[in-house]
């Protein structure tokens, strides 16, 4: 039997509870992962998104430990800078050099993203990894480990589930190209996984 009431601070949904937010609103939930569930405006089924929100949780995670155990989680590159005349700003100018720029659009849970890179270092040796991650979170959707000399890879952005990601590629030795953004329109991508994982307050 369907109700018609409003969600109140403290009340209690069970899974099967669906749940409307109108336009220019939003609804925070707390859910089995250590952090809350934010959802935007839409129609939504509780144990559908907790359960969809707790997976995507646990892979951060899972992708956090890994690179911490690579040593790859805060490390930094030490960039050689230009400093624009007459002003505060300032741009590194050794980073990897992407050759795709810009906002990618993808509209298929099938279509394919071919990207290539060029190293300033040329006597690198070492090997990559494509880092994607949430745009409204940062919280990491996939990394994927690049053999040393490859400088091309093809991946599927639909694959996620994410309407809207970023990405970049970063070398074992912490130097790493500039992020670019994804958007995906497809009917399975979700325009709306705003929980902050790396917010400890959220």
């Known amino acids: 039997m369907y109700t018609r009431e409003k969600v109140r601070k403290g009340d209690f949904l069970s899974q099967n509870d669906t749940i409307s937010i109108s336009e220019k609103g939003y609804l925070t939930l707390d859910v089995e992962s250590a952090m809350h569930m934010k959802l935007a405006p839409g129609r939504y089924i509780v144990g559908e998104q907790s359960k969809r929100h707790n997976k995507w949780y646990d892979t951060h995670l899972a992708l956090t430990k890994e690179l911490k155990r690579k040593g790859m989680i805060m490390c930094k590159f030490k960039y050689k800078t230009l400093v624009v005349p007459g002003s505060d700003r300032h741009y590194e100018i050794d980073r990897i050099e992407l050759d795709q ?3 990618v659009t993808i509209n298929s849970d099938t279509a394919s993203l071919s990207i290539s890179w060029a190293n300033p270092e040329y006597k690198y040796k070492g090997g990559y990894h494509l880092v994607i991650r ?4 940062n919280g990491f959707i996939d990394i994927i480990e690049i053999e040393a000399g490859e400088s091309t890879l093809t991946f599927y952005p639909g694959s996620y589930g994410h309407k809207h990601m970023y990405y970049n590629i970063i070398a ?10 994804i958007q995906v329109n497809s009917p399975n991508a979700y325009k709306f996984s705003e929980t902050n994982y790396m917010d400890p307050n959220n």
Do not use: I, M, Q, T
């Open 101 to 103: 720029k810009g906002l």
């Open 134 to 137: 949430d745009f409204y979170n």
């Open 172 to 181: 074992d030795n912490c130097r790493a190209s500039l992020r670019y953004k």
